[in-house]
């Protein structure tokens, strides 16, 4: 029996495997694959627990399947894309609603252009502990929206909290509104665009960082991402893990007026010498501007927002980067971009680099941290299958020979729906 590359040991335990002394089972019928398809979409991208020990159980009887051909390959990507776009869309595809109706929890409204939308924006409301309200972040953006012919969703954090685009299950909320507003009006996963004011700005700072891979640019505006601080002077020493060396490859936009008394400048001045100092590391953030000016206060930048987002308006999500850099945060998110990791760790930081003259795949860890069930996705977009590819990690080689294109990979990679992150090859890094 073939086995799975790149799942971790511990979630391999979770298995329902064959009996042992029986050979692979018989290949699966055309209706047994579409079942299996069919429950793994409804799982989710973003499935934990019980739910994921089931994909992972479905993956397993996929990984008793042949190789794919080239051919076979193409027929299953558009096959899997065509699943997910059967999956419901949003509840409500008008106005202002609940997206869990009967609780009457949930809020969100939905604005902009929705016919043949160009793109989508996710407007992420200020507030704070026990304020915020989505309408704000309607008013405020939703003539920029239609202007620009994007379709545009306003959600409501569901506890209002300092830190309320992050606490709650909102973040996971975001992302299957993104998902399912995606299905509803047909908008493509390169121009997804998160922006937002005050604590909206935080929103669209973290949540955009955690999840650079699926978004097209960012618009902060008078808000910022957490900082660290010395507990005896209280002076600002980083930036909260997952945020400043995610945004790479992320076109970004940060608004900041320096008298602002809500949130004054210094947080966001220091994030801007972090990603400078990432930009010496790692290079990158080409696209990456701070927009600072005075006498604005807590308000609109200058020309509104509609200036703002004209300013991420051009920019498309190119999810084929040679160079990857990713810090975890969340149990939840396995993918970034090629990169995989079943079980990933908080904090530590993974460096990827393709190397397509010489078809090889470097990866490093920093400090060269022990990282168990790492491993890379690989598809003839970013390596040559009629050539040998080398991978290594922290400059030790994993990997020598021929990637082969596995089913149960490609279906693992193409819960979110995301064309841009499917692959077929997953390789392990020990």
């Known amino acids: 029996m073939k086995t799975l590359i790149g799942y971790s040991a511990s979630a391999l ?33 973003r499935a934990k627990g019980e739910a994921r020990d089931r994909q992972m159980e479905i993956f397993t009887r996929l990984a008793a399947e042949p190789d794919l051909s080239a051919k076979q390959e193409e027929a299953l990507r ?76 306003f959600p409501q954090v569901l506890q209002k909290t300092e830190h309320g685009w992050t606490d709650s ?96 400048p210094d947080v966001n001045q220091f994030a801007v010498r972090e990603v400078e100092s990432a930009k010496g590391r790692y290079g990158g953030y080409a696209d990456f501007t701070y927009w600072e000016v005075d006498g604005r206060g807590h308000g609109a930048p200058p020309g509104g927002y509609e200036a703002h987002l004209e300013k991420i308006a051009t920019f498309a999500r190119d999810p084929l980067q040679e160079v990857v850099v990713w810090q975890p945060t969340l149990d939840w998110k396995r993918q970034f971009y090629w990169l995989f990791w079943e079980e990933p760790r908080a904090g530590v930081v993974v460096v990827g680099r393709i190397d397509r003259e010489a078809n090889a795949v470097a990866v490093e860890t920093e400090g060269e941290q022990p990282c168990p069930g790492l491993a890379v996705l690989l598809d003839e977009r970013l390596v040559d299958w009629e050539r040998e590819v080398v991978v290594t990690l922290n400059g030790t080689e994993a990997f020598r020979g021929t990637p082969v294109r596995r089913p149960e990979v490609l279906l693992d990679t193409s819960t979110s729906g995301d064309p841009g992150r499917q692959f077929s090859a997953r390789i392990e890094l020990p």
């Open 13 to 45: 335990l979770a298995l329902v495997a064959l009996p042992q002394g029986k050979s692979d089972p018989k290949p699966l019928s055309k209706k047994q694959r579409a079942a299996l398809i069919e429950e793994c979409m409804e799982l989710g991208s």
């Open 78 to 153: 558009e096959d899997l894309i065509e699943a997910w776009e059967d999956l419901p869309g949003l509840p409500e595809t008008k106005g202002d609603n609940f997206y869990w109706e009967e609780e009457r929890r949930g809020r969100y409204i939905v604005g902009g252009k929705t016919r043949k939308a160009k793109g989508l924006v996710i407007g992420m409301h200020g507030g704070g502990l026990g304020s915020g309200d989505a309408g704000s972040s309607a008013s405020a953006y939703g003539a920029a929206a239609s202007g620009l012919k994007w379709a545009a969703i």
């Open 169 to 264: 299950g909102t973040e996971e909320w975001v992302w299957d509104l993104v998902e399912q507003a995606r299905r509803s009006f047909d908008v493509d996963a390169d121009h997804v665009y998160l922006v937002g004011h005050s604590m909206g700005g935080y929103g669209s700072w973290t949540l955009g960082a955690h999840h650079a891979d699926r978004v097209a640019a960012l618009a902060p505006s008078a808000g910022a991402p957490t900082p660290l601080l010395d507990r005896n002077t209280h002076g600002i020493t980083g930036i909260d893990w997952g945020v400043v060396p995610n945004l790479r490859n992320v076109p970004m936009v940060v608004y900041q007026s320096i008298d602002d008394p809500r949130v004054p």
